[in-house]
């Protein structure tokens, strides 16, 4: 069982070091934030208008569903009912994705962009009471609290360290220039930083950035929750629940208020913002958590088991579903947008 453990967590370790690598490699650059233009009205010109979907969108569903996955496979591991996880996991989705504009409409004064940050507070705040009030009903098909908040924890880490890549995608979420650290910061990013290029970037059009060395947070985000969700799983299979969901909160919210300090997007008008205080808040709220609930179960993870439980058409239709939702709500550009021509190619008649 531990050589098995092992296995699945280098496995994910391989794939998630190859994906990272590759996409801090290519995309800061301007190629890789339009995904595909579709044209929606023809203009006076002969062109038309155009509807942009984003890589943010294509990479942002791509990490929602690796979290989704993580936490069937954890879940199942520990023969969690299947018809349970699903309800909790996509009334989670259900509060957290229209948060994340919400809180940023509300914080930020935007009603165009995301929060990851203020998404994230309401999960952490909602997920404990959603448990709760699941296990009223459901009878024999309770859900573990501490394992299963484990197990939020860990698909979380990962989501949000994979999902960092559709932020480099679209130049959002970034870090300062590296002129303006100090001594230390410019040591350690002198040769470690991003360069965004590409007038529609948000780094671009929101600070003027382009084509400036800066810090790469979004990099050393996706690094820290990725290596976090891993160590978390390793705990988890070793059934070592508690340490698992105090280490992945407790890391992912405790660098969310020390990021703040490296990032030059806006962030609110206070010098220590209010996605700061989130983050203190959940800290804190995830600590009374794992005091007050329970992490007593009596099934030992299989990690066999719960891969198994992917090759499930229950499954394979809810991630094929919940990624097209999140592509389209993600995905579909309300910044930027595009004008299109076409052509024949004469010589091809």
Same mark, same amino acid.
């Given at each position: ?66 979290? /989704? +996955? @993580? *936490?069937?496979?954890? !879940?199942?591991?520990?023969? =969690?009912?299947? &018809?349970? /996880? +699903? @309800? *909790?996991?996509?009334? !989670?989705?259900?509060?957290? =994705?229209?948060? &994340? ?12 962009t995301f929060t990851v940050g203020g998404a994230v507070f309401v999960g952490i705040i909602s997920a404990p009471l959603l448990i709760i009030i699941g296990n009223m009903v459901a009878g024999a098909n309770s859900l ?16 949000e360290g994979l999902g960092r890549l559709a932020c480099i995608s679209f130049g959002c979420c970034y870090g300062k220039p590296i002129h303006q650290c100090g001594t230390v910061g410019r040591l350690l990013f002198s ?62 919210q405790g660098w969310s208020i020390y990021s703040e300090t490296l990032r030059a997007d806006y962030r609110g008008d206070q010098a220590f913002s209010v996605y700061q205080w989130m983050g203190v808040i959940g800290m ?66």
């Open positions: 069982m531990i050589v098995s453990n092992l296995m699945f967590v280098a496995s994910l370790a391989l794939l998630c070091a190859a994906m990272l690598a590759l996409g801090c490699k290519y995309l800061p650059r301007e190629r890789w934030q339009v995904l595909a233009a579709v044209p929606t009205q023809r203009q006076n010109d002969g062109q038309w208008q155009g509807v942009n979907f984003t890589y943010y969108g294509f990479l942002t569903a791509n990490a929602y569903v690796m979290a /989704l +996955l @993580m *936490l069937v496979i954890l !879940l199942q591991s520990i023969q =969690v009912a299947l &018809s349970s /996880l +699903l @309800m *909790l996991a996509f009334t !989670l989705l259900g509060v957290c =994705v229209p948060a &994340s504009r919400i809180v940023a409409a509300i914080v930020e004064g935007k009603a165009h573990p609290p501490i394992p299963t908040l484990a197990a939020l924890g860990i698909a979380y880490a990962m989501g040769h470690f930083n991003f360069v965004f290029y590409g007038k529609t970037k948000k780094i671009s059009y929101a600070s003027g950035l382009m084509g400036q060395p800066v810090v790469p947070i979004q990099a050393l985000t996706a690094m820290l929750y990725v290596s976090a969700a891993l160590v978390g799983t390793l705990l988890f299979l070793s059934a070592n629940y508690r340490s698992a969901f105090l280490l992945t909160a407790l890391v992912t804190l709220y995830v600590i009374l958590v794992s005091v007050l609930l329970s992490s007593t179960i009596s099934v030992l993870p299989q990690i066999t088991s719960g891969v198994r439980a992917l090759w499930n058409p229950t499954i394979i239709l809810s991630v094929q579903g919940v990624w097209l939702l999140l592509f389209w709500y993600t995905g579909k550009s309300s910044v930027t947008g595009s004008r299109l021509s076409f052509y024949v190619h004469h010589s091809r008649i």
